[in-house]
C-alpha cells in the first residue's frame, strides 16, 4: 500500500525510529509530501530492486463524429521505464568515554541529526540531477527525465530578475511565461521548486503581482507559495555550499522545477515490507572503543507521466 513518512511512522514502534522519520520528513518538503510506493521485493537473492512502470508520453484525444461514421482511432503513447531502488545514507563513530562525561545522548542526537541533513541534502540533489549513467549508485532524477520533453519549457528570450530593478520591469513577462509552462503539466503541480536564489526572485515577483502566500505545515514550518503552489529550495549539495539547482556562472541563468506529486505523476519508490527510513544507535554495551551509528534510506523516484513533471529555463538570478 503506497505511503507517506507520515503513515510509515504509525507502522514503527521503536521510539528513536520514529524520531528519525519524523526528522527526515521536516527535515525538506519533498520527504514530507512524496507518496512512496512500498512495493519492490528483491529478486535475484537480493542483488536487485528493480522498479518497473510504464510512463504515458503523449494525451487521449477526443473528437465529434457524423452519424454512421467511425471515430479515428487513436491510442496515447507509451513507453516501459524500470528504475532500481539506490541505498543511501551515512554513519558516525563515537568513543566509548563520552558515555562517561555525560554527552552521550546529546552527541548522539547531534551525529544523528546532521546524518539525516546530509542524506536529505543528497536525496534532493539526485531527484533533481540524478543520473545512473553518470553514477550507477544513484536513481535518476527529474532533469534527466524532462530534458528534451515537452515539458521543457524555453521561453524566447532570458528573462531578467538579477535585480530589483529588473524584477519591477519584467516580473509581469516572468509570471506570463511561468503561467505558459504551468499550463502544459497535466495539472496543478504539487511544487515550483530551484535554488534559493530563485525562489526568492519569485517570491519578490508572487508579492508584486499578489500573488504571494505564506502557510505552515504540520511541524509549524512556514511554506511559501505562488498562488496556491508550495515554492521549495532544494537547498545545497550534500557536505557542500553548492545549489542543488546550479546557476551559470557567466550568465547568471538558472531552471525551475514542477511536479505533480502523486501514483499517476512523480512520486518515491520503496521496499515492500520495510519502512523506507532505518536507523542503528551506537551500542556501547559490548565490547570496542568507538561505535558506529547509522542511518540509511533505500529508495529512487518514478515519473509516471511526462506531462507530470517539467523544468523552465533562461531565468537570469545573478
Known amino acids: 500500500m503506497p505511503i507517506t513518512l507520515a503513515e510509515a511512522k504509525k507502522n514503527v514502534q521503536d521510539a528513536l525510529q520514529v524520531g528519525v522519520i ?52 487513436q491510442e496515447v503513447t507509451k513507453q516501459r521505464y524500470t528504475t532500481d531502488l539506490k ?29 539525516i541533513k546530509a542524506a536529505s541534502a543528497l536525496f534532493n540533489d539526485t531527484v533533481i540531477n540524478g543520473d545512473s549513467g553518470v553514477d550507477e549508485n544513484a536513481f535518476d532524477g527529474l532533469e534527466k527525465a524532462v530534458t ?37 503539466l497535466d495539472g496543478t ?9 530563485l525562489i526568492a526572485k519569485i517570491r519578490a515577483c508572487a508579492r508584486r503581482a499578489g500573488m504571494y502566500q505564506v502557510t505552515k505545515n504540520d511541524f509549524g514550518q512556514q511554506i511559501e507559495s505562488y498562488g496556491n503552489i508550495p515554492l521549495v529550495d532544494f537547498g545545497a549539495k550534500s557536505g557542500s555550499n553548492a545549489p542543488v539547482v546550479s546557476i551559470d556562472s557567466t550568465s547568471g541563468e538558472t531552471s525551475l522545477y514542477a511536479a505533480r506529486l502523486g501514483l499517476d505523476g512523480f512520486h518515491a519508490v520503496s521496499m515492500a515490507g520495510q519502512p523506507p527510513v532505518r536507523s542503528w544507535l551506537p551500542d556501547f554495551d559490548t565490547a570496542g572503543a568507538v561505535k558506529t551509528g547509522e542511518v540509511e534510506m533505500v529508495a529512487a523516484v518514478a515519473l509516471k507521466a511526462t506531462k507530470a513533471a517539467g523544468v523552465m529555463r533562461k531565468i537570469k538570478v545573478q
Do not use: H
Open 22 to 73: 519524523d526528522e527526515f520528513a521536516k527535515s525538506n518538503f519533498l520527504f514530507n509530501n512524496l507518496i512512496f510506493d512500498d512495493c519492490v521485493s528483491p529478486t535475484g537473492g537480493g542483488a536487485t530492486l528493480t522498479y518497473g512502470y510504464t510512463r504515458l508520453i503523449t494525451q487521449p484525444t477526443a473528437a465529434f463524429r457524423a452519424v454512421n461514421t467511425e471515430y479515428t482511432p
Open 189 to 197: 503541480p504539487s511544487f515550483i521548486g530551484g535554488n534559493l536564489k
Open 87 to 115: 541505498v543511501f545514507g551515512g554513519s558516525f563513530q563515537i568513543d566509548r568515554i563520552i558515555a562517561g562525561m555525560g554527552g552521550i545522548i546529546n552527541e548522539v542526537t547531534l551525529q544523528m541529526q546532521q546524518k
Open 148 to 184: 528534451g520533453s515537452s515539458t521543457e519549457y524555453n521561453p524566447s528570450s532570458v528573462i531578467d530578475l538579477s535585480t530589483s530593478s529588473a524584477v519591477d520591469s519584467n516580473y509581469k513577462m516572468f509570471l506570463d511565461e511561468l503561467d505558459e509552462f504551468l499550463m502544459g
